[in-house]
């Protein structure tokens, strides 16, 4: 059955509003009485994703005309957007009655703490999908801490549009903080209500890789002997300076993009053969031939831990550009395999 048909009045004028976007529907709504802005908040509260063809058939119930339409994501928050540009907050929070003091008491206990408890992948991901402004307001909601491990993990270009519109936040009305709260509760939290041990597996994994590659190789068959659960997705999460050898060259390429010659010469230092070819047929004639020539003096006066920081700054890197997309651990396609 269609969702056209199954909407009330107020979820179809909400799903309008939003499709002729802020500027328009914000010079409408100054010529509606209160009652209709909390039927439209309220409606536009329940309202979830809308197809094409249901767009299309609301569109044409109401005889209107639109140049594109356009399936609609997540159309609570947008229509909250509309709102709070329209209205002040004090307008907002009287239209929803927030100021009434059993409202908080008689609410739902909060919902942030809960949130940071999750794995930052999971939030990322589940940010991905909202409007940056929905994701601006969540990241402000939780500590400093555990925003910075989501933005870590979120998209380049997402993150970027995130952190300019946390910047610019000002006060958020209490209401749309509501409707926030209520879809991670629906959308995040009780997803995540099942076993989910990603959050055990990524802080052990940052203590494994911090162990010399034949130690951790040890740690892992023992966890194998043991009948430990959840191996692969743990090894999937590791990586070694001398896993290099196992990166395409095209991840290869990417990775010494932007480390400095300094870094890779120190981290090269008394590698195998096979893994300083590796590294060297990934960056530029000139600077190969630069670290060429610095491995080929003595190393008796450089120290064995610096050797060993730099080859970990390189694999932290390499974890990092994984979190972000750019290319996949080769323990995370053998896993996936």
């Known amino acids: 059955m269609s969702r056209a048909l199954e909407m009330t009045r107020a979820q179809k004028a909400a799903a309008i509003l939003v499709a002729m976007g802020k500027p328009s529907a914000s010079k409408l709504l100054k010529f509606f009485k209160q009652e209709e802005l909390k039927a439209l908040v309220e409606g536009a509260r329940l309202l979830r994703t809308i197809s094409q063809a249901d767009l299309e058939k609301i569109v044409a119930e109401f005889e209107a005309?639109?140049?594109?339409?356009?399936?609609?994501?997540?159309?609570?928050?947008?229509?909250d957007t509309i709102l709070n540009e329209t209205l002040s907050p004090e307008e907002m929070n009287a239209l929803m009655g927030v100021d009434q003091p059993m409202a908080a008491e008689n609410g739902p206990p909060?919902?942030?703490?809960?949130?940071?408890?999750?794995?930052?992948?999971?939030i990322a991901a589940f940010l991905t999908e909202e409007h940056p402004q929905t994701a601006a307001l969540v990241l402000s909601k939780l500590s400093p801490g555990s925003a910075a491990n989501v933005l870590l993990v979120l998209d380049r270009d997402v993150r970027s549009e995130v952190v300019k519109r946390m910047m610019s936040m000002a006060t958020i009305p209490e209401v749309a903080t509501g409707i926030i709260e209520d879809q991670l509760r629906t959308r995040l939290l009780s997803e995540s209500a099942t076993r989910d041990t990603s959050a055990g597996q990524i802080r052990v994994a940052s203590v494994l890789n911090e162990m010399d590659k034949d130690k951790l190789d040890e740690v892992m068959q023992e966890l194998e002997h043991s009948g430990a659960t959840d191996v692969q997705a743990l090894r999937a999460r590791l990586f070694a300076f001398e896993d290099i050898v196992q990166l395409t060259q095209k991840a290869r390429v990417a990775l010494f993009d932007s480390i400095s010659t300094e870094l890779v010469t120190?981290?090269?230092?008394?590698?195998?053969?096979?893994l300083t070819e590796a590294?060297?047929?990934?960056?530029?004639?000139?600077?190969?031939?630069m670290i060429e020539s610095e491995l080929g003096q003595s190393s008796d006066s450089i120290n064995a831990a610096d050797i060993t920081r730099a080859r970990k700054a390189i694999a932290a890197g390499a974890i990092r550009m994984a979190r972000e997309g750019v290319f996949e651990l080769p323990s995370a396609e053998s896993a996936a395999a």
């Open 65 to 79: 005309e639109f140049a594109e339409g356009a399936g609609l994501m997540d159309s609570s928050d947008q229509m």
């Open 110 to 122: 909060p919902v942030w703490p809960d949130v940071e408890k999750a794995d930052p992948a999971r």
């Open 266 to 274: 120190l981290a090269l230092r008394n590698a195998p053969p096979a």
């Open 279 to 289: 590294v060297l047929s990934s960056i530029g004639a000139r600077a190969r031939r």
